[in-house]
């Protein structure tokens, strides 16, 4: 067994790390989910097994505990002959943590390889190339209140998939909405062949008075992303839909893909 003196200093490293010191006389049925998967990977984190399995613990917490989590899981894999296994939608997390990546499609692994390649392959499996994506109407993503219609990308030349690094380039979401929701938050992450997400926009971003206006039925809304701001080469869209701060309706990866060919010369 484990010396009271060891138990004793391994606590305090783990409430240290979870940072709930000012919350352990609270019981834990009270805590958020943030709270809870931050003690959960502070207990898994220090406890030295053989084999540390850590499923999405970046959905949530704030950005500093994300990036002490990823430190901590570096040096147990670099420090120690232990393995982590880390499952996550996060692109740029695996590509930080992991040398080697599975790829799951409906629990088979479709690919196995250095992480790089795993990931472009990742990202281009399920595309859309010809500029639009539709939902499938049998399941359209999101819940009762807003569902995901299509989004499509487009530019003034009408082209479909491939586009002018000299023009500027239209993302259009079509969304339903059951009812009105407050804090709704609609758009998209941009990534790069290498799951970099380069740019990410919501029509929250402007002043409020800027918004667009919400009602009932069915609504496309438009981001121009302006000529000369993507440099050449493939990207990738992943619509967001959520209520701000508090849950995702829809949170797809990687639906649309599409090229730009460098056009404008030096960007001004």
């Given at each position: ?242 209520i701000h701060n508090v849950r995702w309706i829809v949170a797809l ?16």
């Open positions: 067994g484990m010396p009271r003196s060891e138990i004793r200093r391994k606590f305090d490293e783990i409430v240290a790390f979870a940072e709930v010191e000012q919350f352990l006389d609270t019981p834990v049925k009270f805590y958020s989910s943030g709270m809870y998967m931050r003690l959960a990977f502070a207990v898994a984190a220090h406890m030295e097994p053989d084999i540390l399995l850590v499923d999405e613990v970046l959905a949530v917490g704030d950005a500093e505990f994300q990036k002490k989590c990823l430190g901590r899981m570096q040096q147990v894999a670099r420090e120690s002959a232990r393995t982590v296994v880390f499952v996550s939608h996060n692109m740029q997390a695996i590509k930080a943590l992991c040398a080697k990546t599975a790829h799951f499609h409906r629990g088979r692994v479709v690919g196995y390889g250095p992480t790089e390649e795993i990931v472009r392959g990742y990202l281009a499996a399920n595309t859309s190339t010809c500029g639009t994506w539709v939902a499938d109407g049998a399941a359209l993503p999101g819940d009762s209140e807003c569902q995901l219609l299509f989004m499509k990308v487009s530019d003034a030349n009408g082209s479909a998939g491939t586009y002018l690094s000299s023009n500027n380039l239209v993302i259009t979401m079509c969304f339903r909405l059951a009812s009105i929701p407050t804090a709704l938050c609609v758009g998209f992450d941009l990534l790069a062949s290498d799951g970099t997400t380069v740019l990410r926009s919501y029509q929250t971003d402007g002043s409020e008075a800027n918004w667009l206006p919400q009602r009932q039925g069915t609504h496309a809304w438009s981001c121009t992303i302006p000529a000369g701001f993507l440099n050449g080469g493939p990207y990738y869209l992943s619509p967001r839909i959520g990866d990687a639906v649309l893909q599409f090229e730009i060919i460098l056009d404008h010369g030096i960007s001004p």
